[in-house]
């Protein structure tokens, strides 16, 4: 019989009440309960400025020592000089999607518990059974392919970009869009893991072939490994939101996958691929009002708008390449409402609105 | 998610990657490691599917509980001597956490290896949550606490404030320099594995203790994220130990991220541990003891010295010292000391100690009272306007001390301090390790090899020298550490807001002159500044024993 121990003495601490709530006296700055560094964009500060504004320090606001390590061939900390891009006030950007962990996690896992319970709802309809062949091999080659593009600009585009904007504002926003990128890829690859499990005619491991050889695919490939070789990172996000997102992306998912998925059987398709539309419907946003601003900087509006000339240059072609190879896949589909020429001419248009609000020329590519 | 399909979920995403054929990604950020002969690691298994919904949760609990602080009244049992702390603590932290985020993609660009690739760009959503999330926190401080005041110029005062560049190194070591240096044993394998155990771990404990459950909330659940971000860091590790090549640059950086987190890290939460708290139960573990469970056996006994069988050197000699320095040598005590010398230029208030404090101090470290009591004693002496000058100003025993060139926490353990003249100026280092960090460490050659990626130190590197000369009302304004009456100091050296008189304001501390250490030093002719260093030694407080 084993003999029980003395119970230890319980050690606590003592709570005592000390009465430091607000307000519980009167001194000076007793009311001084908002954040007083910054000049938030309207009267009050929103929950998103009060913790993304300042976070990351900068010599030219409050910044005295400067930034105490530097790079064996540069200053360190954020330099200006990144980018080719120049602006009178960097920190004037602020994210009109107000992004910060709260909408960060609630969003994602909005989309989240609708992906799933999409795939759930096809699982136990056997909606796939109903796909007709022609479909399967469209979504089993183009989706798949599609989701390398969408996982290559998560991991070497926006996470990369994030590293180099001079304002949290702006690295938060690219942040952001990392993750989306990620998540949304990452639900195309488990969609087609859902589909190689299903009792249909799928090859799971097609995709791989076709985004490294498939004709059709090179161009769109060669942009983004091209797009993850830009070292400016302003030029990255521009030639990837603005050129690349509007000419191949949206062209793809908007104007291919989404307006035939339905009228071939396939409700599921479009239910996943919208959460990767809402997604950069919400990017372009912050894109936008990014761009805008520098192409309306009172002292460098100018030169601003001469440098993303240049950058449409370079990419508009490419991207162009990269969408008239894609042609042959508008004819893989048993049913095809859409042509690839009205595709291409929707999405240029939009591409063209989207120019005209940075106050930017179209290149004359698009009318080629 | 069962973890069969987890796994299976894990093996499909790595189908996403692929070898470029037409561009390779732009090194922005390089390393003068090599990864050619590493056999790849897996870090942890995460999917965003799950992920979302998890971090969601956590979140929800987060704020759950600051709804329920502040329906429960929290605040009305907060210790001030506490929540004063927390205004440096959650001004410095948000921007490591963001820093972290932002290091994500130089350990990308320098590990050829897409699994940890995916565990890193998570890891980076989990830095953004963490620094917004610590925000908040303060913001509702500022809210609700008795004393807003330096919560609500946080980021600025964090920006030029003397402490806030201390702990700023803690944040841009992670994304300055070498990338693997920088974002992988700096960030990972030191501060996240060892040191965070005291950030996120100990201090909530006290803070419980203090009557603030919404510290440990929150930073218990950022803590959570960690295991994660530590596994990165391991199969980084693991694989830059596969290639002879950069053994020699592990040890260096072993060494140097070692000691820095030591000085930064345990200045910072000893103090805001020992001196921050009123529970003074004699149980309860002091800072050396907290030390001693989750740095020296849980991280050095544990993670550490287990890498010896890669046949790599670990910097045990460091890890003694970094002991004897908190037990012996009285650095957490050196640096509350300096702290509170310094409150005209702080932007939180720091109580005085008392005799249970006195009492407290020296039960836990033998000898306390001999070397700083009087010294308190001073403090509480001194603490109100009228009949005498700060602290910092009167005759107390208390030299102003000597900044060290690298850590940036002054040389306080007076006999280690080192003087050289390095690049062509006087610097003081608080100890060799110091000096040795930057004049052999942060250079582009490393014991004879080309190291152009390694990082430098930058910047103006003495606080006090952008003050100099200057009188201290003048300092304070400058800094912008004054209450919205235009004359009351942020700062105090009490908790008494009670009567108005017993407040500093800029006229009380006027007419005290600002000198730096370092411009004087460097102003002193050979004899005169050896004679000066010196002194400057001989008063040291000696180790015990």
Known sequence: MTQSAVPKQRSFPKIEFT?????????????????????????????????????????????????????????????????????????????????????????????????????????????????????????????????????????????????????????????????????????????????????????????????KDAPEWQPTREVVERLTAVGDWCELLFATNIVFEQLVGSLFRTELVMQIAARNGDYITPTIVGTGEYDYDRDLNYTRNLFRLLTRDAEFGETNKALFGDWLATWVPRCLDAAQALQPIWSQPADKPVTFASSLDAAKQKFRSLLEDLGLDSPKELDQ | MSRQSLTKAHAKITELSWEPTFATPATRFGTDYTFERAPKKDPLKQIMRSYFPMEEEKDNRVYGAMDGAIRGNMFRQVQQRWLEWQKLFLSIIPFPEISAARAMPMAIDAVPNPEIHNGLAVQMIDEVRHSTIQMNLKKLYM???????????????????????????????????????????????????????????????????????????????????????????????????????????????????????????????????????????????????????????????????????????????????????????????????????????????????????????EHKYPGWYSKYGKWWENYNRLAYPGRNKPIAFEEVGYQYPHRCWTCMVPALIREDMVTEKVDDQWRTYCSETCYWTDAVAFRSEYEGRPTPNMGRLTGFREWETLHHNKDLADIVADLGYVRDDGKTLIGQPHLDLDDPKKMWTLDDVRGNTFMSPNVLLNQMSDAEREAHVAAYKANGTKAAG
């Open chain 1, 19 to 211: 009465d430091s709530e607000a307000g519980a006296l009167e001194f000076p700055s007793s009311k001084s309960r908002a954040y007083n560094y910054y000049q938030p964009a309207k009267l009050r500060a929103t929950m998103y400025e009060d913790v993304t504004v300042d976070v990351q320090p900068d010599p030219d606001r409050h910044l005295s020592q400067g930034w105490i390590y530097g790079f064996g061939d540069g200053p360190g900390g954020y330099p200006k000089e990144w980018t080719a891009a120049k602006s009178s006030n960097w920190h004037a950007f602020l994210d009109p999607n107000e992004e910060w962990n709260q909408t960060i996690y609630r969003n994602n896992s909005a989309i989240v518990r609708q992906v799933d319970l999409c795939l759930q709802n096809a699982k136990r309809a056997r909606a796939y059974d109903g796909w007709n062949p022609a479909w399967l091999k469209f979504v089993e080659r183009n989706l798949g392919a599609w989701m390398h593009a969408e996982n290559g600009l998560a991991l070497h585009v926006f996470t990369s970009i994030q590293r180099s904007g001079p304002t949290n504002m702006i690295n938060t926003a690219v942040a952001v869009n990392a993750a989306h990128k990620m998540r949304f890829a990452q639900d195309l690859a488990l969609f087609n893991l859902d589909l190689s499990e299903a009792d249909v005619p799928f090859d799971g491991s097609a995709h791989i072939g076709v985004w």
């Open chain 2, 143 to 361: 809210n609700n606490y008795i004393d807003p005041a330096g919560f609500d110029m946080t980021e600025k005062a964090f920006a030029n404030n003397y402490a806030g560049t201390i702990g700023r190194q803690f944040g841009e070591g992670f994304i300055t320099g070498d990338a693997i240096t920088a974002a992988n044993i700096y960030l990972t394998v030191v501060a996240e594995t060892a040191f965070t155990n005291t950030l996120f771990v100990a201090m909530p404990d006290e803070a419980a203790a203090n009557g603030d459950y919404l510290l440990p909330t929150v930073v218990h659940s950022v803590q959570s994220d960690e295991s994660r971000h530590i596994s990165n860091g391991y199969s980084i590790l693991l694989m830059a130990l596969a290639d002879e090549r950069n053994r020699p640059l592990l040890e260096r950086d072993l060494r140097y991220a070692w000691w820095n987190n030591h000085c930064v890290v345990d200045a910072a939460i000893g103090t805001f541990i020992e001196y921050g708290t009123k529970d003074r139960r004699k149980d309860r573990e002091s800072y050396a003891e907290m030390w001693r469970r989750w740095i020296y056996d849980d991280y050095y006994r544990s993670y550490l010295l287990p890498l010896e069988k890669y046949g790599l050197t670990i910097p045990h000699d460091l890890v003694e010292e970094a002991w004897n320095r908190i037990t012996n040598k009285g650095y957490v005590h050196e640096v509350a000391r300096f702290f509170a010398t310094g409150w005209p230029v702080n932007y939180w208030r720091i109580d005085a100690m008392t005799d249970t404090d006195f009492e407290w101090f």
